[in-house]
């Protein structure tokens, strides 16, 4: 059974255990009124921006573990390095994630959540496009609809095959000398810490049994990094992840997967209420 699978199993079983209870946890909350189908989406959802999150900050560990030179922004080679390496994984969960996450920066920038200009990152609508660049220059038809849902104009998407064929090669050409080809793979110390705000135990709880830490330590293995890294899933205070030179640690926050589960919830239940307003400016005119 698939990590998402079971991930959802899980989003199941919590809310059958709170709903007894006289309190009702935020993750109950946040996804009252959904569907099965709709709850399974938003739970794969949260998984999938989490997922791009935690390998845009393994693009941080690469480039300071190895000490990769840097043109330009490290956030935007950071943004380029994580999304070439879920597209050389050509798997359908890492496709589907690099999607969510695309439908996730407009969900944040269409909030007005865009960073202010002179944050060290690009705007979230430019992050979107240059992740979708990276998408359709290796494969146009695969990610068409990601493209189009964007309106990413056609020039711009030819374009893109050169702009993904330089980044391409300048990416794991600095990368190929560090590939791991023999060898032990690098002990990492894998932590999922219990939140000490009890609206997060829930969402701690999904993302330890989606096992979001362990894939990254699958993919990170396949280079030859030294012992002695950590990766932490904690209760941050900020919905974000984060990567730690000095202390050679990869953060994951639960608060994120809160983020993108609001989100996605939300908007299921904005169809809902728009469709119930319908319904009663009907009901008025009769």
């Known amino acids: 059974m698939n990590r ?27 996804v009252s009124g959904l569907t099965e189908s709709q709850m ?20 941080h560990m690469l480039i300071s573990e190895f000490d990769l030179p840097v043109l330009g922004r490290e956030e ?12 050389e994984m050509d798997d359908a969960v890492f496709d589907k994630a690099l999607a969510d996450s695309v439908e996730g920066w407009k969900m944040s920038y269409e909030a007005g959540e865009e960073p202010d200009l002179w944050d060290t990152h690009s705007l979230d609508r430019q992050r979107a496009y240059h992740m979708v660049c990276m ?32 980044a391409h090669a300048s990416w794991f050409g600095l990368l190929e000398k560090h590939v791991r080809k023999t060898g032990k793979e690098p002990g ?25 830490l362990e894939i990254v330590q699958q993919v990170a293995a396949m280079y030859k990094l030294k012992d002695g890294i950590k990766l932490t899933a904690s209760e941050c205070g900020d919905a974000n992840a984060y990567w730690s030179a000095d202390d050679r640690e990869l953060t994951y926050c639960y608060e994120l997967s809160q983020w993108y589960t609001q989100a996605m919830a939300g908007t299921f239940q904005q169809e809902v209420g728009d469709a119930g307003d319908v319904r009663d400016a009907g009901s008025a005119r009769e």
């Open 188 to 212: 990492f110390t894998v932590s999922y810490q219990n939140p000490k705000d009890k609206n997060l135990s829930d969402y701690a709880e999904l993302v330890k049994v989606s096992s979001m």
């Open 135 to 166: 998408m359709v220059g290796k494969n146009a038809e695969k990610f068409r609809k990601v493209a189009n849902d964007l309106e990413m104009p056609d020039d711009r998407r030819e374009e893109c095959a050169d702009d993904y064929t330089k």
């Open 40 to 59: 399974e989406t938003t739970v794969e959802f949260a998984f999938d921006n989490g997922l791009f999150f935690l390998f845009h900050e393994m693009g």
């Open 4 to 30: 998402l699978k079971l991930a959802f199993i899980a989003a199941t079983a919590l809310l059958a255990t709170t709903a007894a209870s006289a309190e009702t946890t935020t993750f109950e909350d946040d």
């Open 76 to 87: 935007d080679a950071a943004d380029t390095l994580s999304t070439l390496i879920l597209l």
